[in-house]
């Protein structure tokens, strides 16, 4: 598939890291499973692993944690 972004690259499955900010949280999710552009490394993940990552960010959130990092677990 032609990258949607620079329309000139190839989308492979890669990885990817998220920042997410949540109130005070900053949380980062790290290896995240996504498909990557092999030209502008633009990366985009389906959805339900965003599901999964939002989640996660909401669950960190409420600990009340100022920075956490964490990787990708399904």
């Given at each position: ?29 790290k ?44």
């Amino acid at each position: 598939m032609t990258c949607p972004i620079c329309r000139h690259g190839q989308m492979d499955d890669g990885f990817t890291t998220i920042v997410f900010e949540a109130g005070k949280s900053t949380i980062i999710i790290k290896r995240i499973p996504a498909s990557v552009c092999d030209n502008c490394h633009e990366s985009f993940v389906a959805e339900e692993i965003s599901k999964n990552l939002m989640a996660t960010v909401r669950r960190e959130a409420q600990k009340g944690v100022e920075v956490e990092i964490l990787h990708y677990a399904a």
